[in-house]
T-cell receptor, first 109, second 115 residues
Framework: DAKTTQPTSMDCAEGRAANLPCNHSTISGNEYVYWYRQIHSQGPQYIIHGLKNNETNEMASLIITEDRKSSTLILPHATLRDTAVYYCIVRPRDDKIIFGKGTRLHILP | GAVVSQHPSWVICKSGTSVKIECRSLDFQATTMFWYRQFPKQSLMLMATSNEGSKATYEQGVEKDKFLINHASLTLSTLTVTSAHPEDSSFYIC???????????FGDGTRLSIL
């Protein structure tokens, strides 16, 4: 069963912030929100994860709503190399990752 | 950062042969590794969970005698596709995870083509 809902695709202009939404209304208290991306013909790349606080690293920021039912991944200055399929995954800390269909992000020059 | 290496990157072989794919965690010990398969324009599908020193756990619908998994050390897991046929052609990807609150890291995948 899908635990997350993401838009099928999104476009973003190069240099602008890309905001990728994810709904996870059935998230449990012990489940984390993870974001991965897959660039064509490569293995998935870990981006960021969080439990309830907002998180930021060198790649992106993760904003989780107070009720934890949705989150947004923010790529602050998108480049053409950020074109990929982005996966939002909800799971307990040590559990296996089950991939949904993700969001296909197109960065437009 | 953590690095997971897969070998080979791609392989082409004849129908009926067996193919072994290696997955190594290069700078950390991984008690658990995962194997995925991805068909064109589809998402990754989890095949099995590989546990060091014990038998792998296979997902429903994945034939354990077809896809042999060995996790003999904390840094190496292998997937052997036995008696491969054209329908086994796919992109196979492994991942590894450290202990604790750490994310899984993925290899770059192995593209398998069976003629």
């Amino acid at each position: 069963d899908a635990k997350t809902t993401q838009p099928t695709s999104m476009d973003c202009a190069e240099g602008r912030a890309a905001n990728l939404p994810c709904n996870h209304s059935t998230i449990s208290g012990n489940e984390y929100v993870y974001w991965y991306r897959q660039i064509h013909s490569q293995g998935p790349q870990y981006i960021i994860h969080g439990l309830k606080n907002n998180e930021t690293n060198e790649m992106a920021s993760l904003i989780i709503t107070e009720d934890r039912k949705s989150s947004t991944l923010i790529l602050p200055h998108a480049t053409l190399r950020d074109t990929a399929v982005y996966y939002c995954i909800v799971r307990p800390r040590d559990d296996k990752i089950i991939f949904g269909k993700g969001t296909r992000l197109h960065i437009l020059p | 950062g953590a690095v997971v290496s897969q070998h080979p990157s791609w392989v082409i072989c004849k129908s009926g042969t067996s193919v072994k794919i290696e997955c190594r965690s290069l700078d950390f010990q991984a008690t658990t590794m995962f194997w995925y398969r991805q068909f064109p324009k589809q998402s990754l599908m989890l095949m099995a969970t590989s546990n060091e020193g014990s038998k792998a756990t296979y997902e429903q619908g994945v034939e354990k005698d077809k896809f042999l998994i060995n996790h003999a050390s904390l840094t190496l897991s292998t997937l052997t596709v036995t008696s491969a046929h054209p329908e086994d052609s796919s992109f196979y990807i492994c991942s590894a995870k450290r202990e604790g609150n750490q994310p899984q890291h993925f290899g770059d995948g192995t593209r398998l083509s069976i003629l």
